[in-house]
């Protein structure tokens, strides 16, 4: 082979390769997410994981029901294990207490988004009763026995009180 064919087949070659790179954005829908922003109460940026946001959203409104596992009705671990499997394609155990087993506990300051946050209850102080995932700026998302699955505030009074410890997968 001459030197002239073989400099003519580097330079397709190189050619070939560089037009076959793509870069490109991440598909993100802007709509769903300034909806979910809207719905959750909060600000999205693009460093937060959208899917779990705009999932988390779509919950907001849904009543509690013990056990429940549907937009019907749900419970705090009926959430976390439904939330987690959509977003993060993780399966959770179904109870509040198997959900704890599977994380390694954190504190409150080293909480991060998609964390799990477990709370006791009014009956002891040391056994998890309640469970949600943890969003960000201190809010988490969770389903209550009295207003459905809703954001509330890690600094309230009530969870302040009960805040056992952070979990991550």
């Known amino acids: 082979m001459n030197k002239k064919n073989f ?14 790179c793509k870069t490109s954005s991440p598909q993100l829908d ?20 959208p899917v779990l ?3 988390s959203a779509s919950w907001i409104g849904t009543p509690y029901r013990g056990g429940g596992r549907t937009k019907g009705g749900i419970d705090c671990s009926g959430l976390t294990q439904n939330l987690y499997s959509k977003v993060y394609k993780k399966k959770l ?21 998609g964390d799990l946050v477990f709370f006791s209850s009014n009956r002891s102080k040391k056994k ?33 009180k009960h805040w056992l410890h952070g979990g991550r997968i």
């Not at 802007?30 to 994981?49: P, T, V």
């Open 93 to 113: 155990e179904r109870t509040t207490s198997g959900q704890k087993r599977q994380t390694k506990k954190i504190s409150k300051r080293n909480l991060k988004e």
């Open 53 to 55: 946001y705009v999932e």
């Open 7 to 20: 400099y003519w087949i580097v330079c397709i070659c190189i050619i070939g390769f560089l037009s076959s």
């Open 128 to 160: 998890v009763a309640h469970v949600g995932i943890y969003l960000k700026d201190d809010l988490f998302i969770h389903a209550s026995t009295s207003r459905g699955v809703i954001v509330s505030n890690l600094k309230s009074k009530y969870y302040k």
């Open 30 to 49: 802007y709509k769903a997410i300034a909806q979910a922003s809207n719905r959750l109460g909060m600000d999205i940026n693009f460093d937060n994981n």
